[in-house]
């Protein structure tokens, strides 16, 4: 059975893709990853994750995948030393030069070569193998069967990782310059504005200074955009064609995405062959109830460049009202809040266990010291919901967007 493997910006994070399903999460330290702005960890809490995971008998694979400049390797030799003593699961990489380095400081680090190395053939594969190199992380431009060739002319030991859910880049693999040429943040070494994600207009040559807004829709325009990856309904074939692990992008987005994307490729997997057309179409539909541009296969399936492109805002169908903070006792559960809700609406729930979208009618809420609460409206409040649904400390409650 293929890995899942999630995306842990944070501690929580990590802690949600664990408890609904993730076998294995990766994560940046606080330098060297390319994403600067997800929360990352310290040494200390990467040495925490790292045993915390492993107490669970999960893993951890650290991303060091910046393309590096000269002065990036400052200090680099002993953050690599440092994850070795953590004893990290793998490090993922992009650069020839970190290779190199990790190589020389802890040659018994495992290494992933990441998706930013472009690795599109089986070529380049089998030079990262004499590298040694345990995994390769494909280039999101492949498709299933370009996957199932390369499988077959490399090393039966060689791992291949590949993407299954998430946003995409319109740069090839991610190397974008936009970024660094618009603000100076270098998307390549974890710095990445988004630009691809801003309103556009058009100008023509001729007429400097008349701007042109490319309708689409209400929201604006957004030429540049990628819409998101979504291959629950073709894990099978991924599967056949070689792919040992199936990664989920996302270390910038919420606990609930997290918890959300995580349970629905779970429940795939498990149910393997045995999935029913209806339960597919119940774990698809759980898809759109989190943030998501308009849905893709990307390249998997032969599909053309201009199909990945989207002029769409994110949406979703459902929104994260609370927290589970504590396991119920029966009668009621403690919650925090995370979005305004009142007595008298519905939540519905979403958890690993067998209350998965169970609904629960808010009949009486309490505040920490009894008080009787109608309306859920001050943030992060901890709150007792009174239901008979058994809740558990990590279960998420949401709440359909009307």
Known sequence: MAELLAPAGTFEKMETAFRFGADA?????????LRAFAGNFTDNEILEAT????????KVYITVNILAHEGDFDGL????????????DA?????????ELIREVAPNLTIHVSTQANVLNSYAINFLARLGIKRIILARELSIEEIKTIRARIPKDIELES??????????????????????RDANRGACAQPCRWEYTITEKSRKGEEYEIQEDERGT??????????????????????TSF????????????????NAYRRAIDKGDHLTSQELEQLKEELYKTSHRQYTTGFYLGAKDKECLSSSMPVQTSEFMASVVANSDGEKTLIEQRNRFKVGDTLEVLSPNPTFNAQIKVEKMTDENGNIVEDAKDVQQKLYLYTTVKLEK???????IK
């Open 222 to 243: 957004y030429i540049l955009n990628s819409k998101d990856m979504m291959m629950i309904e073709h894990l099978k074939e991924l599967e056949e064609a070689g792919v």
């Open 91 to 99: 490090v993922i990489v992009s650069d020839l030069g970190i290779i």
């Open 25 to 33: 999460v990766y994560f940046a330290g606080k330098k060297f990853g």
């Open 163 to 184: 993407f299954v859910h998430g946003a995409m880049c319109i740069s090839y693999s991610g190397r974008c310059l936009l970024s660094n040429y618009l603000t100076g």
């Open 394 to 400: 990590g279960d998420i409650l949401r709440q359909k």
């Open 51 to 58: 045993t915390y995971a492993h107490s669970l008998g999960k």
């Open 247 to 262: 990664k989920i992008e996302g270390r910038m987005k919420s606990p609930y995405y997290v918890a959300n994307v995580v």
């Open 77 to 88: 030799a002993d953050y690599i030393k440092e994850l070795e003593k953590c004893k990290v």
